[in-house]
């Protein structure tokens, strides 16, 4: 069974920083893509950060390029997204997904297993 547990969300004030982290387990790990998304309320869930085997390559939309990073620990099954320079629009439910097949890097119908989510909340 897989799951996925996240952490390390909260309040900042804008300007400031956060890292989230998502421990995987029953899951194998590195073998696809895993990614954060965020849901704010009243808006469709939207990927920020993806990571995808094959180099380690990662993908961004252009809303948090430069500010956002993701990362991973394969020993320890650990994702993360260190997220810099956070704006009072990147307050949302952030959430940590695994992938089990290929799959379009920020398209979130395209993951299969979910973490139950952290809430990150941004003032101005």
């Known amino acids: 069974q897989v799951q996925l547990v996240e952490s390390g969300g909260g309040s900042v004030q804008a300007g400031g920083s956060l890292r989230l982290s998502c421990a995987a387990s029953g899951y194998t790990y590195s073998s696809y893509c895993m990614g954060w998304f965020r849901q704010a309320p009243g808006q469709e869930r939207e990927g920020v950060a993806a990571i995808c085997p094959g180099g380690g390559n990662t993908y961004y939309p252009d809303s948090v390029k430069g500010r956002f990073t993701i990362s991973q620990d394969s020993a320890e099954k650990t994702l993360y997204l260190q997220m810099n320079s956070l704006k009072p629009e990147d307050t949302a439910v952030y959430y940590c997904?695994?992938?089990?097949?290929?799959?379009?890097?920020?398209?979130?119908?395209?993951?299969?297993?979910w973490g139950q989510g952290t809430q990150v909340t941004v003032s101005s």
């Open positions: 997904a695994a992938a089990t097949t290929a799959v379009r890097p920020l398209q979130p119908s395209d993951y299969l297993h």
